[in-house]
């Protein structure tokens, strides 16, 4: 059996945990520059709230219902996903963990008995409530799409369930399959749920009784017959493997406030080649390639690096590497050349592509790779890890860093700032 363990509004939930008169109030949170909804609690869904919706769409709806709002807290949520995922690994071993995202991890549970699985569920759910306060919801299944599936009812029904739902029968592997509309499916897109509802394909248990052939001919070949198997019971994709490999990994934030100065856009450029430069080495990737764009307010007079109302363009690297060092110098070469005076710009954005597995990169007569870059990278994303905000950084990142993102209403990091720990009176 293989079970996900999911969060409950996660980023709401980690607010609520030093603020215990918010558990019955509607809370949302705000994504970067307070842009845009990205977490609501259920209060705040019943209100109408729409996830993705802007911030000022949403706001008179949010003052009137006395909705507390908050700016993202990433070093809170950091910490405290760290600690909900270390409580996991407390009752299974390191290769049975397989932390998703940030509030979601994959559990293998082949080891235990059939008749065990779901007291183990309910003993690990209760540890994490306990030990962080943080609420989950936990489906189990044979395989990990049906363990999305259950996971989804498991959430969307928490009074009936109590947070844990288990599908280990045909009947309520069907029953759950008839409950969930095929763009809910783990996998499928906007564009293949489209294309499978013009097929007459509605649910995932109408996506279960197709064939092989026919997943293999319209359910884009190889994952797609991956993806039908899982549905169907049979286990293809193993711990420590997604349904379909990151091909790309990007970085990109609105400035806090407009940018004219090429300075500051160069510091911001590294400082996003860096993040993305530690999201590839997370995932043990070498880029081959690395693009830059940059979004000011209005059109340039001149039509070069054009795509879409981004001006962008990329360099294709001499060998694939998941050094920051090696990437930042390539960024603000493209900076150099995007940059026009005169213009404000208000955001930038740095994507690595062509992404292979670090081990399988060669060196050349040239290029080869240099084994203290490798212990360098490790050392500064351990310090930062530990640290947050960057504590080592390289200097192409500068200091000032007045393009920042705005984070007014932004809570105390309250388990990783000693000046800004809770305090009880």
Request: with cysteine; charged share 25%; proline share 4%.
């Amino acid at each position: 059996m293989r079970a996900i363990v999911d969060c409950n509004s996660f980023y709401c939930s980690c607010e609520r945990l030093f603020r215990p008169g918010l558990d019955k109030r509607p809370v949302v949170v705000l994504s970067n520059n307070d842009g845009c909804i990205i977490s609501r609690t259920d209060e705040a869904k019943q209100l109408g709230i729409v996830m993705g919706d802007p911030y000022f769409k949403a706001k008179e709806l949010i003052e009137r219902h006395q909705v507390a709002t908050f700016s993202s807290n990433y070093n809170l949520y950091g910490d405290l996903s760290w600690r909900v995922m270390e409580c996991m690994r407390s009752m299974l071993p390191p290769e049975c963990v397989e932390v998703y995202s940030v509030d979601e991890a994959f559990l293998d549970l082949n080891h235990l008995p059939a008749d065990k699985v779901y007291d183990f569920c309910v003993a690990i759910k209760n540890r994490i409530e306990q030990w962080t306060g943080i609420r989950v919801s936990i489906g189990a299944a044979p395989t990990k799409v049906l363990s999305k599936v259950a996971n989804r009812l498991s959430k969307k029904n928490k009074v009936a369930t109590g947070g844990i739902l288990l599908l280990d029968s045909d009947e309520k592997i069907n029953t759950a399959l008839q409950q969930t509309p095929v763009g809910d499916i783990w996998g499928i897109g906007r564009r293949y749920a489209e294309k499978l509802i013009s097929l007459q394909i509605h649910t995932a248990f109408d996506l279960r009784k197709q064939t092989t052939e026919w997943a293999r001919q319209l359910l884009g070949g190889v994952t797609g017959v991956r993806l039908l198997h899982e549905l169907q019971g049979m286990p293809c994709i193993g711990m420590m493997e997604e349904l379909v490999t990151k091909k790309m990994i990007a970085t990109t934030r609105m400035f806090g406030s407009d940018v004219t100065d090429i300075t500051a856009i160069r510091e911001a450029v590294a400082t996003y080649t860096s993040r993305a430069a530690e999201k590839l080495r997370r995932q043990k990737g070498a880029a081959n390639c690395i693009s830059v764009f940059l979004v000011p307010k209005s059109p340039p007079a001149t039509g070069r690096f054009r795509h879409g109302p981004a001006i962008g363009s990329y360099i294709q690297l001499s060998m694939a590497t998941d050094a920051t060092n090696e990437l930042i110098k390539p960024a603000i070469q493209l900076v150099n050349q995007l940059f026009e005076e005169g213009l404000i710009y208000k955001k930038a954005g740095v994507l690595l592509s062509g992404i292979v597995p670090r081990d399988s990169v060669q060196g050349s007569l040239f290029d080869t790779p240099h084994p203290k870059t490798t212990q360098l990278m490790k050392m500064i994303d351990n310090v930062n890890f530990a640290m947050r905000d960057d504590l080592l950084k390289f200097a192409a990142s500068g200091t000032n860093r007045n393009w920042k993102m705005r984070q007014e209403l932004r809570s105390p990091r309250y388990t990783t700032r000693w000046e800004e720990l809770f305090l009880i009176r």
